[in-house]
């Protein structure tokens, strides 16, 4: 396959097209449904799918890299292209995606020298080792190779960040030398003062935004006259946020209707066509005036759902489609299986207190750090300390707090401090020689803005009645291998507990996991950590792929840390409410 650019048009072998794409996370879901996905993209109608690509999630650690089940890139645009679909990829290095960190590793901010995102020197060795070792799994697969990718993307709506030109050049000249030779692209926000300082000379440019198509193209039309015209990012949906007061979503007819006419004008890939799942402690967050955590489902409103049913702006979008295709399409694919695997009861529990030195070893620190400091990324970290005399209602105090902290006195929680408070404090009264545990969670680093940067845990100096309290003992808890928790059929001491169950299964399928009697905290399956919850909404239950599930025996472990509510059991229903 031969593509290229030519004027206001693209090329490819020989003929102009329309690219009519829909976005799609690899890392967001499961590999064994990606084919599922591709063929209901062509019974509706696209040509090309497009997707991001995670750096934190492929290089975890500083060096090591990963490329294996839902990271294996090349196998998901080698399925794409066994489909029939033309491929679009978006490497970042910053891809935001309301993902942790917009896709960049938490370890890279443990360098004082660190700026993200401009031609900071130590920014530029680590970003410029990712893409190298990115660019080897996909640079066989490009279109001038072969392959089905016809483009890629510099940067990531840089022009809502910064202006650091020189960065935006070295990062296209990085890609030219690293032996990517299709075309490139920027995509931005649709002012002018956004396109002039997120373009870069060579590449193409492209707008985000979710309706409203001739208004959004004015500045484009004024600056880029013989460009093609392409929505890079058409917003079908939105994400959520815990505590918003519902799920948000938009109209299908109105969105069929954008798609129209941005396809009277040009190109356009669909944000999102499947949303997936923020599995893990993925999920990243906004933070402006407040900090906004997103849920663990993505959602979206997308085209397809979370787990890949056909919704009514499928088949709206259906209908749009076909009077820019010229060809019969595909009849639509079935939803897959779903089951209500019922009651399960969680009969063994197990305090995190008395599993502090199982799950981690302590670290003595004169007084407490951000997370990062100890070489921690994600999860929870608790800090421990003896105190040295009585107090009587004094203010533990948190000059920055990243970003949920319940303090405990021995096993007895005394208050919980949220980064969205007013006052980052807490009144304590406790006895010579008793324990001050002190456990943050990390729920999402920043994504977008200028506050990404913020680190996690105690990040600032801690105060005890307006003094610092020295001689702590800090707890990583990554939560990444619970095997050696011991556990009981004993009532928990503490309500920061792990709770245990069983259940047996003869048939794997697509379930929903609900929660009614929990309040906050993550859910194992199987060894699989399936995402957080929160009780506070909008989100109300998780989804578990069938992929996750096996025939017989199956187990889930479920962390609360703030105590449950009624009957300890979960329950599986073959339904989501996201509300």
């Known amino acids: 396959m031969k593509f290229e650019i030519s004027g206001k048009n693209f090329i490819c072998d020989g003929k102009e097209i329309k690219i009519i794409s829909g976005a799609v996370h690899y890392f967001r879901n499961m590999p064994c449904c990606w084919s599922d996905i591709f063929k209901k993209m062509k019974a509706m109608g696209l040509n090309c799918v497009e997707?991001?690509?995670?750096?934190?999630?492929?290089?975890?650690?500083?060096?090591?890299?990963?490329?294996?089940?839902?990271?294996?890139?090349?196998?998901?645009?080698?399925?794409a292209a066994d489909e029939g679909l033309m491929v679009i990829v978006r490497p970042g290095p910053y891809i935001c995606a309301e993902w942790e960190f917009g896709g960049l590793p938490w370890w890279i901010q443990t360098d004082e020298n660190m700026e993200i995102r401009c031609s900071n020197p130590v920014y530029i060795k680590h970003f410029e080792n990712y893409l190298s070792h990115l660019f080897d799994e996909i640079r066989p697969l490009l279109c001038t190779n072969g392959g089905p990718i016809i483009m890629l993307q510099c940067e990531n709506e840089y022009g809502y960040y910064g202006d650091d030109k020189k960065y935006l050049s070295?990062?296209?000249?990085?890609?030219?030398?690293?032996g990517i030779d299709v075309p490139l692209f920027t995509s931005d926000g649709t002012s002018k003062e956004n396109l002039l300082d997120g373009c870069i000379d060579g590449c193409f440019t492209t707008l985000n935004f979710g309706s409203r198509v001739e208004e959004n193209f004015k500045a484009h039309d004024e600056l880029y006259p013989d460009s093609p015209k392409m929505c890079m990012e058409m917003w079908d949906g939105w994400f959520d946020a815990w505590g918003d007061k519902e799920h948000h979503t938009t109209s299908a007819e109105a969105y069929a209707k954008t798609v129209d006419d941005m396809l009277k004008r040009g190109s356009l890939n669909m944000y999102m066509f499947i949303g997936g799942t923020n599995f893990g402690f993925t999920s990243g967050a906004n933070h402006y005036e407040k900090f906004a955590p997103d849920v663990t489902s993505y959602d979206y409103d997308a085209v397809l759902s979370e787990c890949g049913d056909i919704t009514p702006k499928y088949?709206?979008?259906?209908?749009?489609?076909?009077?820019?295709?010229?060809?019969?399409?595909?009849?639509?694919?079935?939803?897959?299986?779903?089951?209500?695997?019922?009651?399960?009861?969680?009969?063994e529990s197990s305090g995190i207190f008395e599993n502090l030195d199982t799950l981690s070893s302590p670290i003595f620190s004169n007084v407490p750090k951000c997370m990062?400091?100890?070489?921690?990324?994600?999860?929870?970290?608790?800090?421990?300390?003896?105190?040295?005399?009585?107090?009587?209602?004094?203010?533990?105090?948190?000059?920055?707090?990243g970003d949920?902290?319940?303090?405990?006195?021995?096993?007895?929680?005394?208050?919980?401090?949220?980064i969205n408070d007013n006052e980052l404090k807490v009144s304590l009264s406790a006895k010579e020689g008793d324990i001050l545990t002190i456990l943050c969670e990390n729920m999402g680093r920043a994504n977008f803005g200028p506050k990404m940067m913020r680190k996690k845990g105690i990040a600032g100096r801690c105060l005890?009645?307006?003094?610092?309290?020295?001689?702590?003992?800090?707890?990583?808890?990554?939560?990444?291998?619970?095997?050696?928790i011991k556990y009981s059929e004993s009532t928990p001491k503490e309500p920061s507990c792990f709770y245990r169950g069983h259940f047996n299964i003869d048939e794997v399928a697509d379930t929903f996991l609900y929660l009614d009697n929990f309040k906050k905290g993550f859910i194992?399956?199987?060894?699989?950590?399936?995402?957080?919850?929160?009780e506070i909404g909008p989100q109300k239950s998780l989804y578990v792929p069938a992929s996750i599930l096996k025939e017989g025996k199956n187990e889930i472990v479920v962390f609360e840390s703030d105590g449950i509510k009624g009957d300890c059991y979960v329950e599986f229903l073959d339904y989501p409410t996201l509300q």
């Open 372 to 401: 990062e400091s100890y070489g921690h990324g994600y999860g929870y970290i608790a800090y421990r300390t003896r105190l040295n005399r009585d107090y009587n209602n004094t203010d533990l105090y948190f000059e920055s707090i």
């Open 170 to 178: 070295y990062l296209y000249d990085c890609y030219r030398r690293l």
């Open 315 to 347: 088949l709206a979008l259906r209908e749009v489609i076909k009077k820019y295709t010229n060809k019969e399409l595909p009849d639509i694919p079935e939803n897959r299986k779903k089951k209500a695997y019922g009651k399960v009861m969680l009969t």
């Open 404 to 418: 949920r902290a319940q303090i405990y006195i021995n096993q007895t929680l005394v208050g919980i401090v949220y």
């Open 524 to 534: 194992i399956i199987n060894g699989f950590n399936i995402g957080r919850y929160w």
């Open 51 to 79: 997707t991001y690509c995670a750096w934190n999630m492929h290089e975890k650690q500083p060096g090591k890299f990963c490329f294996e089940g839902n990271l294996d890139i090349a196998k998901f645009i080698k399925t």
């Open 464 to 484: 005890l009645g307006g003094k610092i309290h020295f001689n702590w003992d800090v707890y990583p808890l990554p939560m990444d291998d619970l095997n050696g």
